[in-house]
C-alpha cells in the first residue's frame, strides 16, 4: 500500500488556474501509473487524467482534454496536476490514485487513493 496526500485545491473564478499535488510515501511510487480522479455532490467519481510511470504516456478526459495537464516528479515521490481555462463545471472533489492496471480509465482498477482536496470554481 501507499499513502498518498492531495493538496493544491481552493477557490477560483471562472477562467483562473490551480495545480494540485499528490505527495506519495514509499519506495515504489516510480513503478507504478497514477491518475487523477474527481467527483461532484450527487456525481459518480469520474476519470481526468493519468500518467504512466515513467510519465512518457498521458491520458485525459474528454472534458478537460487541453486545459488541464498531469505530469510527475519520481524523485519527489510527486504528481501533479495543473489545471487551466477552469470552468465552473470543473468544480468537484479531486483525488489522486495509483493504477493498480496501466493506463485504466476506470477507477475500479485503482488500488490506494488520497483524501481528496475540493476545488471550486465561481462564474
Known amino acids: 500500500q501507499v499513502q498518498l496526500v492531495e493538496s493544491g485545491g481552493g477557490l477560483v473564478q471562472a477562467g483562473g488556474s490551480l495545480r494540485l499535488s499528490c505527495a506519495a510515501s514509499?519506495?515504489?511510487?516510480?513503478?507504478?501509473?497514477m491518475g487523477w480522479f474527481r467527483q461532484a455532490p450527487g456525481k459518480e467519481r469520474e476519470f481526468v487524467a493519468y500518467?504512466?510511470?515513467?510519465?512518457?504516456?498521458?491520458y485525459y478526459a474528454d472534458s478537460v482534454k487541453g486545459r488541464f495537464t498531469i505530469s510527475r516528479d519520481n524523485a519527489k515521490n510527486t504528481v501533479y496536476l495543473q489545471m487551466n481555462s477552469l470552468k465552473p463545471e470543473d468544480t468537484a472533489a479531486y483525488y489522486c490514485?495509483?493504477?493498480?492496471?496501466?493506463?485504466?480509465?476506470?477507477?475500479?482498477?485503482?488500488?490506494?487513493w488520497g483524501q481528496g482536496t475540493q476545488v471550486t470554481v465561481s462564474s
Open positions: 514509499g519506495r515504489t511510487f516510480n513503478i507504478y501509473g
Open positions: 500518467i504512466s510511470w515513467g510519465g512518457r504516456s498521458t
Open positions: 490514485a495509483r493504477a493498480d492496471r496501466d493506463g485504466s480509465t476506470q477507477a475500479v482498477d485503482y488500488d490506494s
